[in-house]
């Protein structure tokens, strides 16, 4: 494989993770406890799902930067 | 109310400005007309995406989900980046295609590469159709809701809601059968910096009235825990299907015919590639923002809550009018005489995400109709300069069938074809995701048949109307509420579409036809 599709693979899985982690299954890591008589919501004075939510959308931002410099080119040749 | 009547006609008449422009500059061809000649830059590519994408709903809808539901629907706006990135992936071998054998609409291209199939295009065209009709009549709907929500006082509210209603449908129409995607591209970029530069404006504004940022962590930290954690107060967003509506909607959003043709009309391979990082950063971070304003609107005017229906605060009166009313209270507040100039150029912006996406929408149905339909099956004789002419036909039918139905619905909020129709909008993506299938097998995997793509399209888009208010199923309340509906259609599409393709292939069947060579009508382009 080339490296440059290696990358975008990499690059690719990333984003999947990051997806899965951010609005998807990982929110069970973080999640208040609803049953929890004093269930823990918040962080640092942040609500700890927007803690979350904005911190998976640094981490894709960043993916998508790294695609847009390392990966995505300008030439139609390669398709 | 005269700053922002005098600023709204300000900018319609700078749309109808645009048109005239759009006009002269005009050739009476498809290209020209459909995709501008194949020659749109960086803005206007970028900003028209941004400002399809962007409908009323985001404007008002999201903001009101994030004040029902809480801090669970903030990651819907996680969908973008991947979204953004797909505008290169999808757009740039749309776009190589598109130039190569002249392609106009999306079937153009899948029809084409399955052998040219009647049946492929038909069902291409259905997916389109099913997300483009709802888009437009709800968009001319909301800028009646828009000039009354503004400008209605006591007793006249239904006659500004029609005559906004009206007035919005004459203005994009005019400036749309002008100059085609070259005025509907250029009010987008118009449209586009408003809404979003409102959308950052109202932010901090709220921001600013609940105390700096510590101010409005404070209170929002101190909202019900089940505002603050997911599925959301009305139960509605389990983390799986977030996950599927983040996957799949904005894919969903991108193959649908209003921005398929927008990748035909990029400039070239190095725009899209711009354009999809330009989306991708300045999109979600909107989106953010705007959820963030139904948040703060949520602290500041609590909904009452009794067993999960939220019913809106007394002052907001409805979830949507959230942003609406932060406005109102904050803006002028945060910059005194100044911020009645700019909360009227903001009440524009709002206006403009209704606009931006019935013209374009518009156009696209226009293309459809003229391409897909009548080309093929009314008079394939039809010279170039007569589809261009029909298409423009179309944009005048729909739209006034568009404005008769919204007048009766206003009306009578028991008119069922418009309740019918508000019905189908909530499923547009979800219509509009049966397509996806059929698109990464003609990009990448070719490996399909025209039935199997067919068969695919017409299993995934029955599946999806299953989950519609005309079919009485309780189980489809089960499985919308922990999965998104275009993901569960798309289940259902792939595995008959590979099932039709492998049975195509069964021994003594023969193998699958290869793709046809291009039967465009258009010569390719250097």
């Known amino acids: ?79 | 109310m005269t700053v922002q009547l005098a600023t709204l006609i300000v900018y319609l008449l700078v749309l109808v400005g645009i048109g005239l422009v759009g006009f002269r500059r005009s050739k009476l061809t498809e290209e020209d007309y459909y995709l501008a000649g194949r020659g749109q830059g960086l803005l206007t590519t970028a900003l028209t995406i941004m400002a399809t994408m962007f409908s009323a709903a985001a404007i008002l809808g999201l903001p009101g989900a994030a004040y029902r539901d809480g801090v669970a629907f903030l990651f819907f706006a996680l969908n973008l980046p991947l979204t953004g990135c797909l505008v290169y992936v999808l757009g740039s071998k749309i776009r190589k295609l598109g130039a190569e054998r002249g392609y106009v609409t999306p079937a153009d291209l899948v029809a084409d590469h399955y052998g040219g199939s009647h049946f492929v295009r038909l069902m291409v065209a259905l997916c389109g159709f099913l997300f483009v009709v709802p888009y437009i009549v709800m968009q001319i709907k909301g800028g009646g809701f828009l000039a009354k929500t503004v400008f209605a006082t006591e007793g006249n509210a239904e006659e500004i809601f029609d005559t906004g209603a009206l007035l919005m449908t004459v203005v994009t129409v005019g400036y749309v059968l002008l100059g085609g995607m070259r005025s509907v591209a250029w009010t987008d970029v118009i449209q586009g910096t408003l809404m979003i530069v409102g959308i950052f404006i109202t932010c901090i504004a709220t921001v600013a009235a609940m105390g700096g940022i510590s101010g409005y962590l404070e209170k929002v930290s101190a909202l019900p825990p089940e505002a603050l954690s997911v599925p959301g107060v009305s139960n509605s967003y389990p983390p799986f299907k977030l996950m599927t509506l983040a996957l799949f909607a904005g894919a969903a959003s991108l193959v649908q015919p209003g921005q398929w043709i927008r990748f035909y009309a990029a400039r070239s391979r190095a725009t899209l590639r711009r354009s999809a990082l330009v989306f991708s950063v300045v999109l979600p971070l909107a989106l953010m923002a705007s959820m963030l304003v139904g948040l703060g609107g949520r602290a500041l005017y609590p909904p009452e809550v009794v067993n999960g229906e939220v019913t809106a605060h007394a002052v907001i009166e409805k979830n949507d009018r959230v942003v609406l009313q932060l406005m109102e209270d904050h803006i002028p507040e945060l910059l005194g005489g100044f911020g009645v100039v700019v909360l009227s150029l903001i009440t524009v912006g709002v206006v403009a995400a209704t606009m931006s996406t019935a013209d374009s929408n518009l156009h696209a149905l226009a293309a459809v109709v003229t391409r897909d339909v009548y080309d093929r099956f009314v008079r394939p004789q039809a010279s170039e300069r007569e589809r261009a002419w029909v298409g423009r036909g179309v944009i005048v039918v729909v739209a006034l069938l568009a404005l008769w139905l919204v007048h009766h619905g206003n009306a009578d909020p028991d008119f069922k074809p418009l309740k019918m129709i508000a019905d189908l909008m909530f499923l547009a993506i979800a219509f509009s995701a049966q397509l996806l299938p059929a698109t990464v097998d003609v990009l990448w995997l070719k490996r399909g048949s025209a039935a199997g793509a067919a068969w695919g399209m017409a299993a995934g888009l029955a599946t999806v109307f299953c989950f519609t208010p005309f079919v009485a199923w309780d189980g489809g309340k089960d499985i919308s509420r922990n999965l998104d509906v275009g993901f569960v259609g798309m289940v259902v599409n792939v595995a008959v579409f590979a099932a039709v393709t492998l049975l195509r292939r069964a021994p003594g069947r023969g193998p699958a036809p290869p793709p046809a060579p291009p039967s465009s009508r258009q010569p390719p382009q250097a």
């Open chain 1, 1 to 79: 494989m080339r490296p440059m599709a290696r990358r975008g693979c990499i690059l690719a899985i990333a984003m999947l993770v990051a997806i899965a982690m951010g609005p998807g299954v990982g929110l069970y890591l973080v999640n208040p406890d609803l049953d929890d008589p004093e269930p823990r919501v918040a962080a640092l004075g942040t609500p700890v799902l927007i803690l979350w939510a904005l911190g998976w959308l640094a981490v894709q931002l960043t993916i998508v930067v790294i695609a847009y410099r390392t990966v995505w080119t300008d030439e139609e040749s390669d398709g």
